[in-house]
């Protein structure tokens, strides 16, 4: 419990999972790294949030199919927080094409921003944290990071990749005090789902056992705890945040039209 970590770095932290995440960071106690790819003015917003609880927003353009100097990004935001305790992989793209259509082009493309471009910005993070009494890797996968989903190859081919390099970072890097975990979110109401602004609790989801979409601020509840002392003791984990979609699996779960399911 001598891990007290004051500084993060939280990408794609202009709207949805990542601002709610470093929202949620500022509230512990961190500075916040905030980037963005093409929404300047939500960057801001997610600022004015992390300012308003009484902590330091430092915001940066990071564009992820830029590699490596991506994690040059990485590297300045480390250097004006002076260090690194949470680094917070969010930033990612999708795709929707069956595999026989699938274009070598855009499997390129999703590869590299969910899979190289995170490999990149964690190896960057997980340097500045070396020698300095530990730290919290954490990457936003999905829960395609554990179950295919029908025309996202390339997703899911990157998630699953992503969930074991950061098995393998937590094996490599636990005798640094270092943890690397992931969160697995289901249906979120962000923009990235088209549901910017929503309340989730007016969405009927008969699939989802607890009967609709996720908000992104309990994504991010699972992110800090993470994040925290108290889960020193956690790594290599892949903490799933879907409202039992998993359980249902992801066609079912998000293709359900009724509930007579329930009735067995």
């Known amino acids: 419990m001598t891990f007290h970590p004051t500084r993060a770095i939280v990408t794609g932290s202009d709207s949805g999972i990542g601002k709610a995440t470093a929202v949620a960071l500022a509230a512990a106690g961190m500075d916040v790294g905030i980037t963005w790819h093409s929404d ?12 308003a609880l009484g902590r330091m927003a430092v915001v940066r353009r990071l564009d992820a199919t830029d590699i490596p100097a991506c994690g040059d990004v990485v590297d300045d935001l480390a250097a004006e927080l002076g260090g690194l305790d949470v680094f917070v992989n969010n930033a990612g793209t999708g795709d929707n094409a069956p595999f026989l259509d699938l274009a070598l082009d ?11 471009a995170a490999f990149i910005c964690l190896q960057r993070a997980a340097r ?3 020698g300095g009494g530990g730290g919290r890797l954490i990457a936003i996968t999905s829960v395609h990071e554990h179950q295919p989903r029908v025309g996202a190859a390339a997703y899911d081919a990157a998630k699953h990749g992503l969930g074991g390099l950061m098995k393998t970072v937590a094996l490599e890097l636990g005798r640094e005090g270092i943890t690397a975990n992931t969160v697995a979110p289901g249906e979120i109401a962000t923009p990235m789902t088209g549901q910017a602004d929503e309340d989730p609790r007016s969405k009927d989801r008969p699939g989802v056992p607890l009967g609709r979409p996720g908000d992104a601020r309990e994504v991010a509840a699972v992110v800090a705890f993470l994040a925290s002392a108290e889960a020193a ?15 249902m699996g992801p066609q079912a779960g998000s293709h359900l039209e009724s509930d007579d399911w329930r009735r067995g």
């Open 40 to 51: 300047e003015d939500g960057a801001r917003d997610t600022a004015r949030e992390v300012e």
């Open 106 to 116: 855009q499997w390129r493309h999703t590869v590299s921003v969910d899979l190289e």
């Open 128 to 130: 500045h944290m070396l």
């Open 233 to 247: 003791y956690v790594t290599g984990a892949s903490y799933v945040v879907d409202g039992g979609m998993l359980q």
